[in-house]
């Protein structure tokens, strides 16, 4: 029987590390960040639905979104990333469900859901075990501070906008701690696949 396993975290906790661990190990991935991609690709519908709603500084030239730009409105403004995520939302849930059909045909263990904002869509729900991805504050800071290269007010401010990582690991059913070293993440997610694929 598949599980389906919710996998979240964090902004900059290093849940793609883990997920890319979990792939290693052979179970596939449904991740919400490249189908969102996807759906939001130069041409698609949705992305036609999002310029028209933020303007025509929304697109590059190419067609593609100006994510960069476009995060910096919605992450200062909460009914601007209200309006974005009523856009997104159903095409990005109605692909992932059509990826989680596709992933499970082959029987694996489990089904990986990679999602971002995993209990503010409410994919809790469908899963039978959620693993969140977590590490110390000041961690986080410093690995959103380079990897984007923001100020600390910028970096706090996107922290700000997600719901509270300790709200996170409070509503976990596992919790992995990403904060020290790869080594002993990989520890840890080697430990916790041995309950998983028996």
């Known amino acids: 029987m598949t599980q ?5 975290g964090g902004i900059a906790t290093g849940k793609s590390t883990v997920s890319a661990m979990l792939a290693e190990a052979g179970l596939p991935i449904v991740d919400a960040d490249k189908i969102a991609w996807q759906v939001e690709g130069a041409g698609q519908p949705t992305t036609q639905k999002i310029a028209a709603a933020f303007g025509s500084q929304t697109l590059l030239a190419d067609g593609q979104l100006n994510r960069r730009w476009l995060g910096q409105q919605v992450f200062n403004d909460a009914s601007k990333l209200a309006l974005l ?5 159903g095409p990005i849930q109605r692909a992932m469900l059509t990826a989680i059909v596709a992933a499970g045909k ?4 489990a089904v990986i859901l990679d999602v971002p904002l995993l ?3 409410g994919w809790q729900h469908i899963c039978d075990q959620v693993v969140v991805v977590a590490a110390p504050a000041p961690v986080v800071l410093s690995r959103l501070m380079a990897r984007n ?3 600390a007010e910028a970096a706090r ?3 700000a906008s997600q719901m509270p990582l300790a709200e996170k690991v409070q509503r976990a059913d596992v919790v992995i701690d990403n904060g020290e070293n790869v080594d002993k993440t990989r ?10 694929i028996k």
């Open 4 to 8: 389906i396993i919710g996998l979240t």
């Open 85 to 89: 995520t009523e856009i997104t939302r």
């Open 106 to 109: 082959s029987q694996p263990a």
């Open 119 to 121: 209990f503010e869509g």
């Open 149 to 151: 290269q923001l100020s």
């Open 157 to 159: 401010a996107r922290i």
């Open 187 to 196: 520890t840890a997610v080697l430990k916790w696949l041995k309950t998983i």
